[in-house]
C-alpha cells in the first residue's frame, strides 16, 4: 500500500494578506528605494546589488529577532505597560540592523567585487542612507507582526512553521543576486535600468502578494 506522504499546511499557499495604507507604503519604499538611486543617482550595478543584500539579510535577521523576542515575552508574561512593547520592538530591530550589517560584510563584499571588479568604490553617503530609509520603511510592519504573535498566543515551533517559507523565499532570492553579481560587469546603463526595475518588481510582488506566488511556485516540505 503505498505511503501518503502529509503535507505540511504551512507550505501551503497563504491567503490573500490585508495590509494597512501604511504597511504597503513601507513595503513599496523599501524596495523602491535601491531603484530610486538607479534611475536618478546613477548607482553602479554593484550597489544596486549591494544595497539589495542588505534588504534580503535585513528581511531575514527581523523574522528571527521577532520570533525571538515574541518568546522571551510569552516566557516572561504580557506586560499592561505600553512601553514595554514598544522597548522590545526597538530591541529587535536594533539587534537584526546589527546582524544584517555583519551578514552584508560578509557575502556582500563578494557581490561588490564581482559587480565593480575594483574599478571604483561603492560605498557612499547616499548608498549608507538609502540603508536607513529601507530600515525605517519596515519598522511599521514589523511592530505589528510583533503585536499580532503576541496577541496570538501561537508557539514558538507554529511561528516557526510559518516562518519556514519566507525564510526560504529570501534565501532563494539572494542567490538569484549572487548569479546576477557575476554579469553585472557587462550590464550597461539601459540593461541595469531593466534588471533593476525587473528585481524591484518581483521583490514587491512577492511581499504584496506571497499567496499568488506560492501558488505559482509551491514549494513542499
Known amino acids: 500500500m503505498k ?32 531603484l530610486f538611486g538607479v ?20 528581511s531575514i535577521v527581523s523574522i528571527g529577532m521577532v520570533g525571538i523576542t515574541v518568546s522571551t515575552r510569552q516566557e516572561v508574561g504580557p506586560s499592561p505597560n505600553r512601553m514595554d512593547m514598544v522597548a522590545g520592538w526597538v530591541f529587535s530591530i536594533a539587534i537584526a540592523v546589527v546582524g544584517s550589517l555583519i551578514l552584508t560584510a560578509m557575502f556582500g563584499w563578494v557581490i561588490a567585487v564581482l559587480a565593480s571588479f575594483g574599478t571604483e568604490s561603492v560605498f557612499d ?10 530600515i525605517v520603511s519596515t519598522a511599521p510592519s514589523l511592530y505589528r507582526r510583533y503585536c499580532d504573535d503576541l496577541a496570538s498566543g501561537a508557539s514558538e515551533e507554529s511561528r516557526k512553521q510559518r ?14 543576486i549572487f548569479i546576477l553579481s557575476g554579469y553585472a560587469g557587462d550590464f550597461g546603463s539601459f540593461a541595469l535600468a531593466f534588471l533593476a526595475i525587473a528585481v524591484t518588481a518581483i521583490f514587491i510582488f512577492s511581499d504584496l502578494r506571497p499567496d499568488v506566488l506560492r501558488k505559482l511556485a509551491p514549494m513542499s516540505s
Do not use: Y
Request: positive net charge.
Open 3 to 34: 505511503k501518503v506522504r502529509k503535507k505540511n499546511p504551512h507550505w501551503e499557499p497563504p491567503p490573500k494578506q490585508v495590509l494597512t495604507k501604511a504597511q504597503t507604503a513601507g513595503i513599496l519604499a523599501r524596495h523602491l528605494i535601491p
Open 39 to 58: 534611475l536618478f543617482l546613477g548607482w553602479s550595478a554593484a550597489q544596486f546589488l549591494l544595497l539589495s543584500v542588505f534588504n534580503t539579510c535585513f
Open 125 to 134: 553617503r547616499s548608498l549608507f542612507a538609502s540603508a536607513a530609509l529601507m
Open 163 to 176: 516562518d519556514q517559507p519566507k525564510i526560504f523565499a529570501l534565501v532563494l532570492t539572494a542567490g538569484v
